[in-house]
């Protein structure tokens, strides 16, 4: 029976779905404005910059906190009524998410490192973060470039993915209903 | 005698001169490896630097009474500096030190006061956006050496100070930037040193 797929995600698991897919949201929402604001409206600026470092520092230690139980525990049999060629894609798209979700908060604290101008990154204002590397112009103006790049196709995945559930959910498969409540 | 050569490099400090100095003499000196630096602090977290690139300073020695030394810096404030060229664009600005309309800042010393063992107040004026105030600046002579050619001695000082930027005019964004401004000058001064042989 332990080698057996669970019957459906757990608490923790569907938990830790919804809160990393809000964050990613919410930290990408605000990373325009904070990058867009003039220097005049530095105190907006700098407190926008340390929101969304800490809340991508969050996804990153959800992540982790995420994979760990999706080893142990693994992952429900896909629905019956997906047709396997598109349970292999959503397989594959979610290996996708679960490595751009790792990669793009550690390209953003590389970002952060090399940044030129030297702010330190505060965890929710006030717990400093070390940067392990320093000011370095040249990495910085690459790392932006693909941390950037890589936070939209993250996005825009995660947009696909959701589009998906909501279509099976709407074609009355109980893909979404299992992910936002337990499995009885 | 020692305090002495310490008052004579009190002036290069503010100068960073490359140029030895001579008691009894004025000199215009070129700024080559002084370093005028200043520091502001956010919410009490963390501080940004900066430095001006371009200064010139004119001392005048009187070495029978060296507290007569006076010392004057002409600041380019165009030529301000930091690690990030947008903050540095942004203190070039209006609001900041508006080199548009100010392109010097200034500190003139009325008044060199021995404070201890290699220890020095400087007073004088700073004129900063159009503004003057008084300044105290403390310096304190950090190291000295032959500096391999005869006659000559290297003397290293450093000086500090600390003023609101609101007292001349520059009061933009008072809830990130600080009021203070701390400053810390890094001179390096070439003394003549043959008179000293006594
Ligand atoms: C899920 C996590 C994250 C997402 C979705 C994300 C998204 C983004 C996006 C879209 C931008 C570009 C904004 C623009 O160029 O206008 C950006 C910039 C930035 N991100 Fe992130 N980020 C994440 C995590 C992090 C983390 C963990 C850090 C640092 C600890 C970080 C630091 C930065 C920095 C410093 C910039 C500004 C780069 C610049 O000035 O151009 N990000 N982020
Ligand atoms: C940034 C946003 C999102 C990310 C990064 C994300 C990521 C993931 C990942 C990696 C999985 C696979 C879980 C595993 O195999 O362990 C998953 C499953 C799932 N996600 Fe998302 N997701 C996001 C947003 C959404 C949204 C908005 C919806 C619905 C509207 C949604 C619905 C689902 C459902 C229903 C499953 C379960 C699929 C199944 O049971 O086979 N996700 N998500």
Same mark, same amino acid.
């Given at each position: 029976m332990l080698a057996e797929a669970p019957a459906g995600w757990s608490r923790a698991q569907r938990r830790l779905h919804w809160w990393s897919a809000g964050l990613i949201l919410g930290g990408f929402a605000?990373?325009?404005?904070?990058?867009?604001?003039?220097?005049?409206?530095?105190?907006?600026?700098?407190?926008?910059?340390?929101?969304?470092?800490?809340?991508?520092?969050?996804?990153?230690?959800?992540?982790?906190?995420?994979?760990?139980?999706?080893?142990?525990?693994?992952?429900?049999a896909w629905d019956a009524g997906l047709p396997p060629g598109q349970a292999r894609l959503a397989g594959a798209v979610h290996l996708a998410?679960?490595?751009?979700?790792?990669?793009?908060?550690?390209?953003?604290?590389?970002?952060?490192?090399?940044?030129?101008?030297?702010?330190?990154?505060?965890f929710l204002l006030v717990i400093p973060v070390p940067h392990a590397v320093g000011a370095d112009p040249a990495a910085?103006?690459?790392?932006?470039?693909?941390?950037?790049?890589?936070?939209?196709?993250?996005?825009?995945?995660?947009?696909?993915?959701?589009?998906?559930?909501?279509?099976?959910?709407?074609?009355?498969?109980p893909i979404l209903a299992r992910m936002w409540r337990a499995t009885p | 005698m020692r305090r002495a050569v310490a008052m004579l490099g009190l002036l290069a400090l503010l100068l960073g001169g490359g140029v030895p100095a001579r008691a009894g003499e004025t000199y215009d000196i070129d700024q080559t490896y002084g370093d005028?630096?200043?520091?502001?602090?956010?919410?009490?977290?963390?501080?940004?630097a900066g430095t001006f690139r371009r200064f010139t300073g004119r001392i005048t020695i009187d070495q029978t009474h060296p507290e007569n030394t006076r010392v004057a810096v002409v600041i380019r404030t165009a030529s301000v500096a930091m690690d990030w060229e947008n903050a540095a664009s942004m203190l070039r600005s209006a609001p900041y030190f508006d080199v548009a309309r100010y392109p010097d800042a200034r500190f003139t010393s009325?008044?060199?006061?021995?404070?201890?063992?290699?220890?020095? /107040?400087?007073?004088?004026?700073?004129?900063?956006?159009?503004?003057?105030?008084?300044?105290?600046?403390?310096?304190?002579?950090?190291?000295?050496?032959?500096?391999?050619?005869?006659?000559?001695?290297?003397? /290293?000082?450093?000086?500090?100070?600390?003023?609101?930027?609101?007292?001349?005019?520059?009061?933009? /964004?008072?809830?990130?930037?600080? /009021?203070?401004?701390?400053?810390?000058?890094?001179?390096?001064?070439?003394?003549?040193?043959?008179?000293?042989?006594?």
């Open positions: 605000i990373a325009w404005p904070m990058v867009a604001l003039p220097l005049d409206q530095l105190l907006a600026k700098f407190l926008l910059y340390q929101a969304h470092k800490t809340i991508g520092l969050t996804v990153l230690a959800l992540l982790l906190w995420r994979g760990a139980l999706r080893l142990r525990r693994g992952r429900p998410l679960y490595a751009l979700m790792l990669v793009v908060p550690v390209l953003g604290y590389f970002t952060a490192a090399t940044a030129p101008a030297q702010v330190p990154t505060l910085f103006g690459v790392l932006r470039v693909v941390h950037r790049a890589l936070a939209i196709l993250l996005v825009a995945l995660a947009a696909g993915h959701a589009a998906m559930a909501v279509h099976h959910h709407r074609k009355g498969l | 005028i630096g200043f520091k502001v602090h956010h919410l009490g977290l963390f501080s940004s009325t008044r060199v006061i021995p404070r201890g063992p290699d220890r020095y /107040d400087v007073e004088g004026l700073l004129e900063l956006r159009g503004v003057t105030h008084s300044l105290v600046l403390h310096a304190a002579l950090v190291g000295q050496r032959p500096s391999g050619v005869a006659g000559q001695e290297i003397a /290293d000082f450093v000086v500090t100070g600390r003023l609101r930027r609101s007292m001349f005019g520059m009061t933009a /964004d008072p809830a990130f930037i600080s /009021d203070a401004v701390d400053l810390r000058i890094d001179a390096r001064l070439r003394l003549y040193v043959a008179a000293r042989a006594g």
